[in-house]
C-alpha cells in the first residue's frame, strides 16, 4: 500500500472513486436514479446563449449552474429555465431542488423565485459569500 501525491486524477481512477461511493451508498439507500440533465437557451443561428445545467440524484434536482449571456439577461429567460428545469423535475418525480449561488451572482434572483436561504458559507470566494438554496416543488408544477 502506499499513499499517492495529491495530482489531477485520471478518467479512469476517477470513474473509479466515483464507483465505489456510489457501491457504498446504494448498499444503504438501494439503487438510486441518476440523471444528468441540460436545457439551453438558443439563438437564430443555433448558437448557445443561455443554459442552465444539473442533476437528478436521490430525488434531488441538484442545479449546478445556471448563465445568460448579457445581451439576453433581464428577458425573463432566466425563469423561463427554471420553470423548464422544475417541470421536468416533477416529471421524474423530484420534488427538491438544491442549489449555490454567490453574492456577486443572482441571490434576489432564486428568492424571487421561491428558493429559501438554508446556509451560508462566507470568503467562498475571498471577499465573497456563498449561499445555499432549496425549494420543494408541488406536484401541480407539471
Not at 19 to 48: M, W
Not at 64 to 92: M, P
Not at 111 to 118: D, P
Not at 119 to 138: A, R, V
Amino acid at each position: 500500500m502506499r499513499l499517492t501525491q495529491v495530482l489531477p486524477p485520471t478518467a479512469c481512477d476517477f470513474e473509479t472513486l466515483k464507483y465505489g461511493l456510489t457501491q457504498y451508498n446504494e448498499s444503504f439507500t438501494g439503487t438510486v436514479f441518476r440523471e444528468k440533465i441540460a436545457a439551453f437557451v438558443k439563438d437564430d443561428k443555433d448558437v448557445v446563449v443561455g443554459g442552465v445545467l444539473g442533476e437528478i440524484h436521490w430525488n434531488w434536482l441538484h442545479i449546478q449552474g445556471l448563465w445568460l449571456d448579457e445581451s439576453i439577461r433581464k428577458e425573463g429567460w432566466g425563469t423561463k429555465l427554471l420553470a423548464h428545469v422544475e417541470r421536468y423535475a416533477v416529471s421524474k418525480n423530484t420534488l427538491n431542488i438544491r442549489l449555490e449561488t454567490t453574492s456577486f451572482q443572482a441571490l434576489d434572483f432564486y428568492i424571487k423565485l421561491g428558493y429559501a436561504v438554508f446556509g451560508e458559507l462566507p470568503n467562498m470566494p475571498q471577499g465573497y459569500t456563498s449561499y445555499f438554496l432549496q425549494k420543494t416543488l408541488s406536484v401541480t408544477a407539471k
